[in-house]
């Protein structure tokens, strides 16, 4: 197949069990512009290059375990990491920890959304 068929990613979808509190952390705490929002259903938050959607699920739901709580894979980039974590850490955003220089020369730091959803601040190497 020498045909293009992907040419960006579009969105992502992050679960959560209280969408109010979740557009109370992602957008009053993270500053992320909220553009849409269905109040028991979804939220969508647009970044410059992708969107982001977070969407509840019922704890009674057999996949809430699988889907909230845990390491997303999810980073969001900053051109100034030690700002950005002391501006974030300020407004009550909890950091497992320290931003940190990676092998790759990107600096990471982790942190945890109100449903311990696992994020990740990223600043790109000469950043």
Partial sequence: MNQKVVDGLSAVRLFVSNLERAVEFYKGRLGLTLTAQDESVYAVFQL????????????????????????????FSTGDIHAAYDQLSSAGVHFLGAPKTQVWGGILAHFHDPDHNVLTLVQAPGA
């Avoid at 290059?49 to 980073?75: K, Q």
């Fill in 48 to 75: 410059p290059n992708v969107t982001l959607i977070v969407e509840p699920v019922d704890s009674a739901d057999a996949e809430f375990d699988e889907l909230v709580g845990r390491f997303t894979g999810v980073s």
